[in-house]
């Protein structure tokens, strides 16, 4: 007896595959879990936004306003003409933007040439660079004030960039990153009489743009976030860091809670702009470059 065309026959013993069910919602329940919770985190950044448009009496009067009765400007218009907020913005947008660059350049090199290359000592090498990241801060700072007063650079940008250039961060994240990536096209570009500072810059780069957005953005959060070095390092408040400039503007107008508010409000959107931009690039990145050691 034969079955008909189109079914099959199960055998004995065997049960039907069961089809998956079909969620009743439009999105993965996990969402009624996650929603509420990325709210929950999201409310000090709405109240802070909230309070920067609010006028010093709303923001003092007790109980506190939860929503303002106008858009007050009053603060942002004090924090850009009465305060040094500008120059410390530039101050940080080149400080952040040099590290990210120097990262991006001397991190691909040093990554690849552990990924690809083999030296003598190159894997004691490499668990040093690793070490470094284990050492807190409180124990390198004096030695690295030091060296940047033998080099002159104390009271200026220079004493911010100088020891951002690059990271072992940098360096082990893209290494492994390196190494997930196929040989053969390597070779392939060997072949055609590519030198190996070629193939990195015409075949790996353009391949490592995940782990390059995350190096990138990782880097201008730390040092666009830093406070304690640039307190160290700094003395003129012409060479004031946005972080710095902050914190000595918090202190000596306290009682201006909008400029205060306002002025964090400038300081958080580009690090929360450049962290959404690159979402994606930074989860691709870290779920890619931790599998292969």
Aim: hydrophobic share 55%; glycine share 6%; aromatic share 10%.
């Amino acid at each position: 007896m034969t079955a008909t065309t189109g079914q099959s026959a199960l055998r004995p013993g065997t049960r039907p595959a069961h089809r998956p069910r079909r969620s009743p919602l439009p999105f993965s329940a996990w969402h009624l879990l996650l929603a509420p919770l990325a709210l929950l985190f999201a409310v000090p950044l709405i109240w802070l936004l909230l309070s920067s448009v609010m006028s010093d009496a709303e923001i003092n009067k007790f109980p506190p306003a939860l929503w303002p009765s106008g858009i007050d400007l009053e603060g942002y218009r004090y924090v850009l003409s009465n305060a040094g907020f500008p120059r410390w913005f530039a101050n940080s947008l080149i400080v952040s933007v040099t590290a990210v660059v120097a990262n991006l350049v001397f991190g691909a090199l040093g990554g690849y040439a552990f990924a690809r290359m083999r030296f003598a000592g190159s894997r004691v090498l490499m668990v040093l660079i690793l070490a470094t990241m284990v050492i807190p801060f409180q124990l390198t700072m004096i030695p690295t004030f030091l060296v940047m007063k033998r080099l002159g650079l104390i009271d200026t940008l220079g004493a911010l960039i100088v020891p951002s250039l690059v990271t072992p961060f940098a360096v082990f994240l893209l290494r492994q990153f390196f190494l997930s990536l196929p040989r053969e096209l390597e070779e392939a570009a060997w072949i055609d009489g590519c030198s190996r500072l070629r193939v990195l810059v015409s075949v790996v780069l353009p391949l490592s743009r995940p782990a390059l957005t995350t190096v990138a953005v990782l880097t201008f959060l730390t040092t666009w976030n830093d406070l304690t070095w640039p307190l160290i390092a700094i003395n003129h408040d012409s060479q004031y860091t946005l972080q710095l400039g902050l914190a000595t503007f918090q202190g000596k107008h306290h009682t201006r809670w909008a400029a205060v508010m306002a002025g964090n409000v400038i300081t958080v959107l580009p690090v929360l702009l450049a962290f959404l931009g690159a979402q994606r690039s930074f989860i691709q990145s870290i779920t890619s470059s931790g599998l292969k050691g």
